[in-house]
């Protein structure tokens, strides 16, 4: 294969022989990711597993797929790139663990103006990262060298997961009652929701993202934005294992108002006090610098809760006590109370 070449290809803007270098330097990233049922490796027409379903009455397996969104742009304007393939999988396994499902594996989709391997395989390498974090496998992917159709410097990023869950351990909400208690789990940031209106506000196209900005206690502007999306899937796993876990929700586009209802049975409503919620000095930046009202900034951002979980009033305690120990500092948010509104901020 190495030595497959194409002289007309090339003068159209694609070198193959790029895409093979990449996939050189992106193997030790994918070779960490490696965990019981991978068969194979990378390279071959489909990313091959084999899941364990013993124990299993009746496996069902659950997918999410995402991309990155526009807070690509500010990894370009910082050309920093090792971290945006957590996003990446964030986006996709957060979503698998809201059905109580185990992520398998992840496959990852980068088209790119111009394929410059060294930069594919930072890309990658944080694929490989949140792969790690989450416990899924990278299994295969796919690069696309698309001159002409986006700047040589750009590219975009997407892919996709796919878990595992007994049927009768899938979450659906429907154990959801009046008086269970809402659990935040803190987010990292702003993870990768928004970025259009980030961008906005910030105009970031002509500001100093480097500068050190004192409403971000000294950190740049730039590198919060850029800061990875939590993956939450470790520490859900080992709640699940000890507590009844009746819903959870993946704090993403659409904020608390349309996230935190598709958590929540019809007739019944989130109850939260806006004072309860921890927000991230991040999000008071963008709403001050973007006149932006309150009720807009929770519709479109977390606010500093990137997940929230639905116990029992019994369970609550103990179910903190058990994220605390795996690394999330979750607090109370709010209770189930009886109603339509999905969710009431007050």
Not at 232 to 261: C, D, W
Request: negative net charge.
């Amino acid at each position: 294969m190495e030595k497959s070449f194409s002289a007309s290809y090339a003068a159209a803007g694609v070198d193959i022989t790029a895409g093979y270098e990449a996939v050189k330097l992106m193997k030790r990233h994918v070779e960490r990711t490696t965990i019981p049922g991978v068969i194979g490796g990378v390279g071959g027409f489909g990313g091959l597993f084999a899941p364990d379903v013993k124990g299993m009455e009746e496996p069902v397996l659950v997918s999410g797929t995402d991309g990155v969104g526009t807070k690509l742009k500010i990894a370009f304007l910082l050309n920093k790139h090792d971290t945006i393939g957590i996003d990446c999988v964030a986006m996709c396994v957060n979503d698998i663990i809201c059905c109580g499902a185990r992520p398998l594996f992840f496959l990852d989709y980068i088209a790119c103006g111009k394929n410059v391997p060294e930069r594919i395989a930072e890309i990658v390498g944080g694929v490989a990262e949140g792969c790690v974090q989450s416990g899924a496998a990278l299994i295969g992917g796919e690069t696309a060298e698309h001159p002409g159709m986006m700047p040589e410097e750009e590219y975009d990023l997407a892919g996709f997961a796919v878990g595992i869950v007994d049927k009768k351990k899938l979450l659906d909400n429907s154990a959801v009652t009046e008086g269970d208690v809402i659990l935040a789990l803190p987010s990292s940031g702003v993870h990768s929701n928004g970025f259009s209106l980030v961008r906005k506000v910030f105009d970031v196209e002509s500001a100093d993202l480097t500068a050190p900005c004192e409403e971000l206690g000294g950190a740049s502007i730039g590198e919060t934005l850029l800061t990875p999306t939590r993956i939450y899937v470790k520490p859900m796993q080992a709640l699940m294992e000890e507590v009844t876990v009746k819903a959870v929700s993946h704090i993403t586009g659409g904020g608390f108002y349309e996230n935190i209802p598709r958590s929540i049975p019809k007739g019944y409503a989130a109850k939260i006090r806006r004072s309860d919620v921890r927000v991230l000095p991040i999000f008071d930046l963008i709403a001050r610098r973007g006149n932006i009202p309150e009720r807009d900034m929770f519709n479109t951002y977390n606010m500093g809760v990137g997940m929230t979980v639905v116990v029992s009033k019994k369970d609550a305690c103990r179910a903190a006590a058990i994220l605390r120990r795996n690394g999330v500092e979750a607090y109370k948010l709010g209770e189930i109370v009886k109603g339509d509104e999905g969710v009431i901020l007050w």
